[in-house]
T-cell receptor, first 119, second 115 residues
Framework: NAGVMQNPRHLVRRRGQEARLRCSPM?????VYWYRQLPEEGLKFMVY????????ESGMPKERFSAEFPKEGPSILRIQQVVRGDSAAYFC?????????????????FGAGSRLTVL | KQEVTQIPAALSVPEGENLVLNCSFT??????LQWFRQDPGKGLTSLLL?????REQTSGRLNASLDKSSGRSTLYIAASQPGDSATYLC??????????????FGQGTILTVHP
């Protein structure tokens, strides 16, 4: 049981470059959430995905950020044309498949995070 | 919109003390509430999950209570140890909707237990 795997753990990018963060959910989990933790701020919800579907992206910045969870492979959070303000820890979490709250649909298991530094 | 507040922001205690961390939330129509631990530069570790039908949950030296009517939860740590030093986060789900894992986190309490 490898848990939620995120990579890279640390990523350094220069302004204007692209950042791609990957997340493999826990075995048996089909729901993925991305959260961002800015320096000196709390964790903020970004996006909720199921396989091939974005369910809730109400926390995503309107520009430069996108997320996907393809049928095969990990979930990807992509940040285009990064700026210094994007420097943060990005956490992925997964939860069990459908069944609602009774089935533990909001009991999240978090990964160790990917720390993005924009120079 | 759910809002979560944690008090105190930081706490420093000598080893062996019992301590209480506080969490308050604005929308009491929640399914459950979770407490997490975050070590510097690390991810989140789930400590306790309290269902809305429960009043408290225990794991080892940790005990979490939930009072939905007052919008409050407390995390009680007994006989604190230096290894308990970390940031403790309280998280409540957004009531309603189907984004069940859309949690609102408090700012956290930074706990330091010194020998």
């Amino acid at each position: 049981n490898a848990g939620v795997m995120q990579n890279p753990r640390h990523l350094v990018r220069r302004r204007g470059q692209e950042a791609r963060l990957r997340c493999s959910p826990m075995k048996g989990h089909s729901h993925v959430y991305w959260y961002r933790q800015l320096p000196e701020e709390g964790l903020k919800f970004m996006v909720y995905l199921q396989k091939e579907n974005i369910i809730d992206e109400s926390g995503m910045p309107k520009e430069r950020f996108s997320a996907e969870f393809p049928k095969e492979g990990p979930s990807i959070l992509r940040i285009q044309q990064v700026v210094r303000g994007d420097s943060a820890a990005y956490f992925c979490a997964s939860s069990p498949p459908t069944g609602g709250v009774v089935a533990g649909a909001n009991v999240l298991t978090f990964g160790a995070g990917s720390r993005l530094t924009v120079l | 919109k759910q809002e979560v507040t944690q008090i105190p922001a930081a706490l420093s205690v000598p080893e062996g003390e019992n301590l209480v961390l506080n969490c308050s939330f604005t929308d009491s129509a929640i399914y459950n509430l979770q407490w997490f631990r975050q070590d510097p530069g690390k991810g989140l570790t789930s400590l306790l999950l309290i269902q809305s039908s429960q009043r408290e949950q225990t794991s080892g030296r940790l005990n979490a209570s939930l009072d939905k009517s007052s919008g409050r939860s407390t995390l009680y740590i007994a006989a604190s140890q230096p290894g308990d030093s970390a940031t403790y986060l309280c998280a409540a789900p957004n009531a309603g909707g189907t984004s069940y894992g859309k949690l609102t986190f408090g700012q956290g309490t930074i706990l330091t237990v010194h020998p």
